[in-house]
């Protein structure tokens, strides 16, 4: 492997660690029953976990030009992995599986996270029909603005019924089946790929300062439309802002330019994004198992909870990674992919 996709590998490796992390926090910040949120600043700013998860799903599945073959075994190797998980889930809390199984699809039940894996799977049936269609970067950027206005479109209408009315109507579409929303990250995480990641990205001090007023924008706007305004505290539909896009289109720019030259910090990436699945499909048992989401600590307590959090998922999937056969639950196939 020459060091050029070494160094991008690493990139993408600490996109999918920071994804991960963000995901943590996005259900340990924030009292799901009282209405609360105990790290506004953090559970804000880890939105943009999903669309990062996307784009780099998108980055390394469209560069490799994937075939519909390998694409139908990824998606029954996530359906497996929900399958599997569905039946430890329903022994350990003595449910039926098949209740939760079903429930992962619509993002309920009390494996309600597996809808991404869904969402993904779904996102895998598209490409292999659309793969044979963007064969030109002409229709590749009439695909990406389609989807665009359309996120974009559907973010307005919600927002300003949700304003007027207090009613989200985004909440009436499963996330697994907001389809155009994952479509477009992951075509852009593409495009990124196939068509401006082959030039050279330089980081400069105008593009981290405008992260960082990115950033803040993100957080405030979340904050306003779905705590102080609305009060709701879940930001799930804003995925379609503008304002969110860009400002996760940036960071993943940004992360992916960055020249990481230290070997020990590489191995610590490589090494936690080798566990990324392990972490996100473990975290949830304990955040169900303790209520992680409910104490009265405020910020300090919520984010020892969350640190804590990670390291106890981290360490029990290195320890399932290790058991032949027990490694597959928390695998997907290769890791590159």
């Not at 089946?177 to 990250?185: G, M, P, T």
């Not at 392990?278 to 198992?289: A, D, E, P, R, T």
Request: net charge positive.
């Amino acid at each position: 492997m020459n060091k050029v996709i070494k160094k991008k590998n690493v990139s993408i490796s600490l996109l999918k660690v920071m994804a991960c992390l963000a995901v943590l926090a996005l259900h340990t910040q924030r009292n799901v029953y009282l209405g609360e949120i105990y790290n506004p600043a953090l559970y804000y700013f880890s939105r943009f976990a999903i669309p990062i998860f996307f784009l780099v799903n998108g980055y390394l599945i469209l560069r490799k030009k994937r075939t519909a073959k390998y694409l139908i075994k990824k998606g029954i190797q996530m359906i497996l992995l929900v399958v599997i998980w569905s039946i430890i889930y329903g022994i350990l809390r003595r449910n039926n599986p098949l209740i939760i199984f079903i429930g992962s699809i619509f993002g309920e039940s009390g494996l309600s996270i597996f809808w991404f894996f869904w969402a993904l799977t779904l996102v895998y049936f598209f490409a292999i029909i659309l793969n044979k269609i963007l064969i030109t970067k002409k229709r590749y950027i009439i695909f990406l603005t389609i989807c665009l206005i359309v996120s974009v479109l559907f973010d307005t209408i919600n927002n300003v019924i949700m304003l007027k009315d207090n009613f989200i109507i985004m909440k009436l579409i499963p996330q697994t089946f907001r389809v155009w929303l994952w479509l477009f990250y992951f075509y852009l995480g593409g495009y990124i790929s196939n068509y401006v990641n082959n030039k050279k990205i330089n980081i400069s001090k105008k593009k981290i300062i405008l992260l960082v007023f990115l950033s803040i924008g993100a957080v405030i706007t979340q904050y306003l439309l779905y705590f102080k305004y609305t009060k709701f505290i879940n930001s799930e539909y804003i995925y379609g802002n503008i304002l969110i896009i860009f400002w996760c289109v940036c960071l993943f720019n940004l992360i992916l330019s960055l020249d990481i030259k230290s070997s020990k910090l590489s191995n610590v990436i490589l090494y936690i994004e080798k566990n990324s699945i392990g972490i996100y499909v473990i975290h949830i048992f304990f955040v169900k198992l303790f209520d992680l989401t409910v104490h009265n600590g405020g910020w300090i307590l919520s984010t020892i909870i969350w640190i804590g959090l990670f390291f106890v998922s981290l360490t029990i999937s290195v320890i399932i990674n290790k058991i032949p056969y027990l490694n597959k639950l928390v695998n997907i196939g290769d890791k590159n992919a």
